[in-house]
């Protein structure tokens, strides 16, 4: 049972990851985020996985361990919350110009986040705040194999600890 400390902490977690990916979304761009959790009741990880997952027929799943949870996941995080702004030129991306546009814009604005090292605390507190929240024990990074759609771009990383297993999924879909 989830005391109500850490189902607030899940709802303003998931508060950051739908402003954020409402932020990246472009036309024919569409971010998804979210922090989904599952209760093991004594299931094997594998068990609460295959609960997770099993609205997509035929799925593979894949769990490959992360050795540091904190700065895989400050890496990780950059990558999918500050893709709006210049820098991130990869194969999901809105057009390189347009990311100089919105930089440049909020640089102009004073955009707090538009600055690196603003960024590097928000995500070292929005780090902080996850882990003190699902306190994992473990932590893996999920590949999803289907031959069904899944999502252009995804990243799934999952979080076990005694009781509870999570999800903290992006995907970016069109």
């Not at 850490?6 to 979210?34: M, P, V, W």
């Not at 991306?93 to 347009?98: T, W």
């Not at 882990?131 to 995804?154: G, H, M, R, W």
Request: aromatic share 14%; with cysteine; glycine share 2%.
């Amino acid at each position: 049972m989830m005391k109500n400390t850490k189902i607030y902490n899940i709802g303003y977690i998931n508060g950051y990851l739908d402003t954020f990916s409402r932020i990246n979304s472009q036309t024919n761009h569409n971010c998804n985020a979210e922090l989904c959790v599952e209760e093991k009741n004594n299931r094997l990880l594998s068990d609460v996985l295959d609960k997770m997952f099993s609205d997509i027929d035929d799925v593979q799943l894949t769990l490959t361990p992360i050795d540091n949870i904190e700065q895989f996941l400050i890496k990780n995080l950059k990558y999918w919350f500050f893709e709006f702004q210049s820098g991130f030129s990869h194969s999901r991306c809105i057009k390189e110009e347009q990311t100089i546009e919105f930089s440049s814009m909020f640089e102009k604005i004073g955009f707090t986040l538009a600055d690196e090292k603003e960024q590097e605390e928000f995500l070292m507190e929005f780090t902080s705040l996850l882990l003190e929240t699902i306190k994992p024990t473990k932590a893996f990074t999920l590949t999803v194999t289907t031959q069904a759609y899944y999502a252009c771009d995804s990243l799934d990383i999952i979080f076990e600890n005694e009781t509870e297993v999570y999800n903290l999924w992006f995907t970016v879909d069109d």
